[in-house]
């Protein structure tokens, strides 16, 4: 069974500050990764997408990293806002069972503080 | 890429009534869509598989008869909640599976009260 775990599960930063945002995986057979931001009360708004057979993807301030064989990803928000405040999550996509299933991450809060 | 259409975004209902939320896919016949719901402060989970013309697998724990799910067509999943209660309330969200196939494809979610 997958599991997906993010560290930590809430952070707060000073506007301007780099930060790291951690998931971590159980079963290394995936087909891709992705991470999410939700804001409260809202849907999802996907932010990056790493196939299985890639490393990394960039997208302005955000960098998302993958290594499947340690079952982690990161992803990394470069000069924060407080408009980067909200909550993000890793989802982890897989074959089970003849079918495409996704399991996402418990999520990590982030506030920056302006 | 591929777009997914939601709707309703929000809903309200009485207890005991029943609710149907819609999931398009606008720009690819998708074969296969998923439905999750997210409780308050919980991550998504996936509640069923919902394949087109034919049964909807359910995730363990999940009533089939209370969360029925219709993919009659190959643009368009439904699922219904029947006789809501306030439990019931929580965040649904659907996708698809895309032309490509190792990338899912999320709606906006539908956030469900029951009164």
């Known amino acids: 069974k997958q599991e997906v775990t993010q560290i930590p599960a809430a952070l707060s930063v000073p506007e301007g500050e780099n930060l790291v945002l951690n998931c971590s995986f159980t079963?290394?057979?995936?087909?891709?990764l992705q991470w999410f931001r939700q804001d409260p009360g809202k849907g999802l708004t996907s932010l990056l997408l790493?196939?299985?057979?890639?490393r990394e993807q960039t997208s302005g301030r955000l960098n998302a990293s993958l290594d499947k064989s340690s079952g982690r990803s990161t992803l990394y928000i470069a000069a924060s806002q407080p408009g980067d405040s909200a909550t993000y999550l890793c989802?982890?996509?897989?074959?089970?069972?003849?079918?495409?299933?996704?399991?996402f991450g418990t999520g990590t809060k982030l506030q920056v503080i302006p | 890429g591929a777009v997914v259409s939601q709707h309703p975004s929000w809903v309200i209902c009485k207890s005991g009534t029943s609710v149907k939320i819609e999931c398009r896919s606008l720009?690819?016949?998708?074969?296969?869509m998923f439905w999750y719901r997210q409780f308050p402060k919980q991550s998504l989970m996936l509640m069923a598989t919902?394949?087109?013309?034919?049964?909807?697998?359910?995730e363990q724990g999940v009533e089939k008869d209370k969360f029925l799910i219709n993919h009659a067509s190959l643009t368009l999943s439904t699922l219904t909640v029947t006789s809501a209660h306030p439990e019931d309330s929580s965040f649904y969200i659907c996708?698809?599976?895309?032309?490509?196939?190792?990338?899912?494809?999320f709606g906006a979610g539908t956030r469900l009260s029951v009164l």
């Open positions: 989802a982890v996509g897989f074959h089970s069972g003849g079918y495409q299933k996704v399991t």
């Open positions: 079963d290394s057979a995936i087909y891709n």
């Open positions: 790493i196939q299985s057979s890639q």
């Open positions: 720009d690819f016949q998708a074969t296969t």
């Open positions: 919902s394949n087109e013309g034919s049964k909807a697998t359910y």
């Open positions: 996708s698809e599976s895309g032309q490509a196939k190792n990338i899912q494809y």
